[in-house]
């Protein structure tokens, strides 16, 4: 079984099922940290590409999409997008607040 303090960082991030599943293929705790370590960088790189997309969109280029993904913005508390994106609340609202410009909402 796998312990509480390795399963917590994951049960917002969708892997459980995941970390599960390497459990009973792999049997140690080590394999298992180090399988989830390379899923979250997947879902990292997952939400960079669905924030890029989006702010591409928004931006037409890429040079203002990716300026803007890691300048610091003063609606996400001062801090890049880009640093938002390693946790789930952070991609939302890094997401959210695409949106709210898309659709000229004031920022």
């Not at 960082?9 to 009973?24: E, H, I, T």
């Not at 049997?27 to 989006?54: D, H, V, W």
Request: glycine share 8%.
């Amino acid at each position: 079984m796998i312990p509480s303090r390795t399963l917590g960082p994951y049960y917002d991030r969708g892997a459980v099922s995941d970390c599960l599943q390497f459990n009973w293929i792999l049997g140690t705790e080590e394999n298992i940290t180090t399988n989830l370590n390379s899923i979250m960088g997947n879902l990292e790189k997952q939400r960079y590409r669905e924030a890029f997309a989006k702010a591409l969109r928004l931006f037409g280029n890429e040079s203002d999409a990716y300026g803007w993904l890691n300048e610091p913005s003063f609606p996400l508390g001062d801090v890049t997008p880009l640093s938002l994106l390693s946790t789930a609340q952070g991609f939302e609202l890094v997401l959210y607040e695409l949106s709210q410009m898309e659709f000229g909402h004031p920022v």
